[in-house]
């Protein structure tokens, strides 16, 4: 076992043996609800304040800034949830028609299983951006709760897993005493929330795109023929390609369009690359440069295998920036669309029933039940095609 599962392992040892302490002994139990931590299992949940702190940045505001939240908070769930229903019905639409034709199905959804469908590498990433998407998305629920007047019993952090939580308990007599324009503009304010981070995460991931700087690599050699021209030359590998009959090579696709030209014609090449160490996505350190006469014959294959990676001239700095950024894009997108969903566990869905519930209550569960069912059935065929 690897120390990050261990440390994983670990934390969830802790968390049970907490649960179990606080089954068991009644004054613990007593002791941690005075301090305002509520223990369930694998769940600690720790109340940080009241209201009274959130109210010096938000209050009862200007019917014209409550009206744009609420318009804004609407469009951008409407955008969220048509999004959603058209990434659905393409689909299903695939998994009949890989069912009619004996096909195995496939799903656009997978979910993130840390060990299983994701790196542990990807642990501290996603951690944090979890953690900046439920601050954010409970954040906005506040600010336009105090807006609205609605009031707010209190509000903090947590740990479900290995997973951050934030959360804020809304006074449920004040909240449903509230107009539903009210609701509605609360409800969908966590959306918002997210939706705009994304946004902003999604600028700066361009920012830094443009900062990074890729090597086109062989990573290995074909060794299914030993007739195959780079085998035959014994190219070393891990190695950039630097130049090939005096052309420089600056990135992946100008090596396989060069490469594309000779496919049908007797070639010889003379190839320079650049002995290198690779960690991961990135190459950590080089060598010497080495040069090779390859002899391709006519419809022959070259006989490597290429990849693109992170050249060392890029500062590692960028790199994990990079990284964590687009996790922050990744996750707050994804509970965007997701908390936008009409579902029974979503906000989406507690709009939906506060909209419905007034004209066809059977109509509230339909639309939820197909909804959570489909992205049910879809989540755990995307895991079985990963696995």
Same mark, same amino acid.
């Given at each position: 076992?690897?120390?990050?599962?261990?440390?994983?392992?670990?934390?969830?040892?802790?968390?049970?043996l907490l649960y179990a302490l606080v089954k068991a002994? =009644?004054?613990?139990?007593?002791?941690?609800?005075?301090?305002?931590?509520?223990? &369930?299992?694998?769940?600690?949940?720790?109340?940080?304040?009241?209201?009274?702190?959130?109210?010096?940045?938000?209050?009862?505001?200007? =019917?014209?800034?409550?009206?744009?939240? $609420?318009?804004?908070?609407?469009?951008?769930?409407?955008f969220m949830i048509i999004f959603l229903y058209l990434?659905?019905?393409?689909?299903?639409?695939?998994?009949?028609? +890989?069912?009619?034709?004996?096909?195995?199905?496939?799903?656009?959804?997978?979910?993130?299983?840390?060990?299983?469908?994701?790196?542990?590498?990807?642990?501290?990433?996603?951690?944090?951006?979890?953690?900046?998407?439920?601050?954010?998305?409970?954040?906005?629920?506040?600010?336009?709760?105090?807006?609205?007047?609605?009031?707010?019993?209190? #509000?903090? /952090?947590?740990?479900?897993?290995?997973?951050?939580?934030?959360?804020?308990?809304?006074?449920?007599?004040?909240?449903?005493?509230?107009? =539903?324009?009210?609701?509605?503009? /609360?409800?969908? +304010?966590?959306?918002?929330?997210?939706?705009?981070?994304?946004?902003?995460?999604? &600028?700066?991931?361009?920012?830094?795109?443009?900062?990074?700087?890729?090597?086109?690599?062989?990573?290995?050699?074909?060794?299914?023929?030993?007739?195959?021209?780079?085998?035959?030359?014994?190219?070393?590998?891990?190695?950039?390609?630097?130049?090939?009959?005096?052309?420089?090579?600056?990135?992946?696709?100008?090596?396989?369009?060069?490469?594309?030209?000779?496919?049908?014609?007797?070639?010889?090449?003379?190839?320079?690359?650049?002995?290198?160490?690779?960690?991961?996505?990135?190459?950590?350190?080089?060598?010497?440069?080495?040069?090779?006469?390859?002899?391709?014959?006519?419809?022959?294959?070259?006989?490597?295998?290429?990849?693109?990676?992170?050249?060392?001239?890029?500062?590692?700095?960028?790199?994990?920036?990079?990284?964590?950024?687009? #996790?922050?894009?990744?996750?707050?997108?994804?509970?965007?669309?997701?908390?936008? +969903?009409?579902?029974?566990?979503?906000?989406?869905?507690?709009?939906?029933?506060?909209?419905?519930?007034?004209?066809?209550? =059977?109509?509230?569960?339909?639309?939820?039940?197909?909804?959570?069912?489909?992205?049910?059935? $879809?989540?755990?065929?995307?895991?079985?095609?990963?696995?």
């Open positions: 076992m690897n120390s990050s599962y261990a440390y994983l392992v670990a934390l969830l040892l802790i968390e049970a002994r =009644k004054g613990l139990r007593e002791g941690l609800v005075k301090r305002r931590v509520d223990v &369930g299992f694998l769940t600690i949940l720790v109340d940080v304040g009241t209201a009274s702190k959130l109210r010096k940045i938000a209050s009862p505001s200007s =019917k014209s800034l409550r009206k744009a939240v $609420l318009v804004a908070g609407t469009l951008n769930m409407a990434t659905l019905i393409n689909a299903v639409e695939g998994l009949f028609r +890989a069912v009619s034709v004996g096909e195995t199905p496939v799903s656009p959804f997978v979910p993130v299983i840390p060990g299983v469908t994701i790196s542990l590498d990807l642990i501290m990433p996603l951690v944090l951006s979890i953690g900046v998407a439920m601050a954010i998305h409970e954040f906005m629920h506040a600010v336009v709760a105090l807006m609205e007047g609605v009031g707010i019993e209190s #509000w903090g /952090i947590g740990l479900f897993a290995i997973f951050p939580v934030a959360y804020v308990k809304l006074s449920e007599n004040s909240f449903n005493e509230a107009p =539903k324009k009210s609701k509605v503009s /609360i409800l969908s +304010a966590g959306i918002l929330g997210n939706s705009l981070i994304a946004l902003l995460a999604l &600028g700066i991931v361009s920012l830094l795109t443009t900062q990074i700087v890729l090597a086109p690599v062989i990573v290995d050699l074909d060794r299914s023929n030993p007739e195959l021209p780079a085998l035959k030359a014994n190219i070393s590998t891990p190695s950039i390609i630097l130049e090939v009959n005096g052309t420089k090579i600056n990135n992946l696709e100008e090596f396989r369009s060069f490469l594309s030209k000779l496919i049908n014609q007797s070639a010889v090449l003379v190839l320079k690359t650049r002995r290198c160490v690779i960690d991961g996505y990135r190459i950590v350190g080089t060598g010497p440069v080495e040069t090779y006469v390859l002899r391709k014959p006519a419809g022959s294959k070259l006989g490597v295998y290429l990849s693109e990676l992170v050249a060392p001239e890029t500062p590692p700095y960028t790199v994990e920036a990079l990284l964590y950024v687009n #996790w922050i894009f990744i996750v707050n997108l994804s509970l965007a669309i997701i908390n936008a +969903a009409p579902i029974f566990v979503s906000d989406g869905g507690r709009i939906f029933t506060e909209i419905l519930s007034k004209y066809s209550k =059977k109509l509230n569960y339909l639309v939820q039940g197909i909804t959570s069912a489909t992205l049910a059935i $879809l989540l755990v065929i995307g895991f079985i095609n990963y696995v």
